[in-house]
C-alpha cells in the first residue's frame, strides 16, 4: 500500500515538473522580461548603435533644448518645467482633440503642435481603419492605447508600434520625434527610447477621428491624467463634401454616410453637455467654422483653457497658415476664411439637401443653418449655438 502511495505521488510530482517545464519553453518571453534584461545591460554599458548615440544622451539633449525654448515662456501656477514632466513625477499639460475626418483636425493638431516643447500623439487609433468606436467591443482597447501614450508608456503598445513601422505618417507628425528618428531610426519605434524621450516634453497633445465624444469621459474621469479635452466639430456638408474627395473614404459606411456622420454629432453634442456640466474646466466645444474666421480669438480662449499664453511659435504658424492658399488637399496653408464654405461650391443642391435631409437635427444643435432651395450658393450657414 505504502509503496503504490509513493509511487503515484513520484508520478505525479514528475508529472507536473514535466508540465512545468513544457509551459516555460513554450510560453513566448514576455515583454516586460525583456525590457529587463535590457535595463540589466544598460547598467554596465549604454546601449550604443553605430551611431554611437546612447539613448540617455538623445534624451539629454532633448532636455536641454526644451529647457533653452521654454527658459522665456510663462508656466502659469507653476514653479518650473520639472513640474510638467513626467520624468521627474511632473504632470504635463494634456490635451485631446476629439473629432472626425475631415473636420479641421489637421489644422488644429498643427496649431498646439506649434508651440515648442509639445509631444504630438497624433492618431493613436490609425490602425482601427475607417471606423467609429462608439462603445464595444473596440472602445476598451482603444482607450488603453490613448491612455498608455498620454502616460508616454509604450511598453505594451506593439501593434501601434508595428502598425506604425509600415505607416509612418503615424510618427511624422509629431515633428520633435521624427527628426530623431530621421537620424537615429534604430530607435524611433522601440520603446525603451521613446519612454525616455516622451518623458521630457511638458506639453502632450493628441489628436484622434476614431472616438466618440461619450467614450472620453474616462480619460477626464482619471485624476492621475488631468486630461483636456476639445470636440472639434464642423458643418456635416462640409466635412461629407470634403470627404468625398478622398479615397480611403466612399465604400465605408462611418465614413461617406451622412446619417451615422450626424448621428454621431447628436450624440457628441448629449456628451458635450454632460462633460460640461462634469468638467467645466477641462472640457471645451469648438467649431471649425469659428476657428477659421477668428483663429487669433479662438486660439487665445484654447491657450487659455490649457492654462497657458499664446507663444510666439504658435502666433508665427497662425500668420503664414491663415491667408495664403498654397499646398496639397492635406495641407493646413490656406485661405482660413473662405476654406470652411468651399462646399457651397462643390457639393450639388441634391447632394447638399441629402445632407440636410439627414442632419436637420444635428445642424440645429449645433447652429448650422439649412439652406432653402433657391439661395443655397450664397447664403450664410452659420448661427449661434449652445451648449445647455
Ligand atoms: C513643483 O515641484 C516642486 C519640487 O518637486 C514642488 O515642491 C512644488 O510643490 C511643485 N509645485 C507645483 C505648483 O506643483
Ligand atoms: C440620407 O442620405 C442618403 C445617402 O446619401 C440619401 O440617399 C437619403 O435620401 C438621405 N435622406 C434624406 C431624408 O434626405
Ligand atoms: C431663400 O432664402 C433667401 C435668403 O437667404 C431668400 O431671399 C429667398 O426668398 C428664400 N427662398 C425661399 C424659396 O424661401
Not at 504630438?120 to 491612455?147: C, F, T, W
Not at 458643418?235 to 470627404?243: A, E, M, V
Not at 507663444?311 to 496653408?333: C, E, I, M, W
Request: glycine fraction near 4%; proline fraction near 5%; charged fraction near 25%.
Amino acid at each position: 500500500m505504502i509503496r503504490r502511495k509513493e509511487f503515484f505521488g513520484i508520478v505525479i510530482l514528475a508529472l507536473i515538473c514535466f508540465l512545468f517545464i513544457t509551459f516555460c519553453e513554450k510560453s513566448p518571453t514576455p515583454i516586460h522580461s525583456r525590457s529587463v534584461a535590457f535595463q540589466a545591460i544598460e547598467i554596465e554599458q549604454p546601449r550604443v548603435l553605430n551611431n554611437h548615440i546612447s539613448i540617455e544622451e538623445l534624451v539629454n539633449i532633448q532636455r536641454t533644448k526644451l529647457q533653452r525654448e521654454l527658459q522665456d515662456y510663462k508656466l502659469p501656477d507653476r514653479e518650473s518645467l520639472a513640474n510638467l514632466t513626467i520624468e521627474d513625477g511632473g504632470q504635463p499639460i494634456r490635451t485631446v482633440i476629439i473629432t472626425t475626418w475631415r473636420s479641421g483636425s489637421t489644422f488644429l493638431g498643427d496649431i498646439l503642435n506649434a508651440l515648442p516643447g509639445n509631444y504630438y500623439h497624433y492618431e493613436p487609433l490609425l490602425d482601427y481603419g475607417i471606423i467609429q468606436i462608439r462603445g464595444p467591443p473596440y472602445s476598451e482597447s482603444a482607450l488603453n492605447v490613448m491612455k498608455s501614450l498620454l502616460n508616454c508608456d509604450y511598453t505594451n503598445l506593439q501593434r501601434y508600434l508595428e502598425f506604425g513601422m509600415s505607416h509612418i505618417y503615424l510618427f511624422t507628425h509629431n515633428k520633435r520625434l521624427w527628426s530623431q528618428c530621421e537620424a537615429y531610426p534604430d530607435y524611433c519605434w522601440d520603446p525603451d527610447f521613446l519612454n525616455d524621450f516622451c518623458r521630457v516634453f511638458p506639453f502632450q497633445s493628441m489628436k484622434t477621428v476614431r472616438l466618440r465624444l461619450k467614450l472620453a469621459e474616462e480619460l477626464l474621469e482619471d485624476d492621475t491624467l488631468k486630461v483636456k479635452v476639445v470636440l472639434l466639430v464642423r458643418d456635416p456638408r462640409g466635412t461629407l463634401q470634403s470627404r468625398k474627395h478622398r479615397d480611403w473614404c466612399p465604400g465605408e459606411p462611418d465614413c461617406d454616410q451622412p446619417s451615422y456622420l450626424c448621428s454621431d454629432m447628436v450624440s457628441d453634442y448629449s456628451a458635450a453637455i454632460r462633460l460640461s456640466k462634469l468638467y467645466p474646466t477641462r472640457f471645451k466645444a469648438l467649431r471649425y467654422e469659428d476657428l477659421s474666421l477668428n483663429p487669433y480669438e479662438n486660439v487665445e480662449s484654447l491657450f487659455d483653457f490649457m492654462g497657458l499664453k499664446v507663444h510666439p511659435a504658435v502666433k508665427d504658424f497662425l500668420d503664414s497658415h491663415t491667408t495664403v492658399n498654397v499646398g496639397g488637399v492635406s495641407s493646413t496653408y490656406r485661405d482660413s476664411k473662405n476654406a470652411p464654405f468651399h462646399w457651397r461650391a462643390d457639393l450639388s443642391v441634391g447632394e447638399i439637401q441629402a445632407i440636410e435631409g439627414n442632419c436637420s437635427e444635428a445642424m440645429k444643435l449645433w447652429g448650422y443653418i439649412r439652406s432653402n432651395g433657391s439661395n443655397v450658393k450664397d447664403f450664410y450657414p452659420l448661427s449661434a449655438y449652445d451648449i445647455k
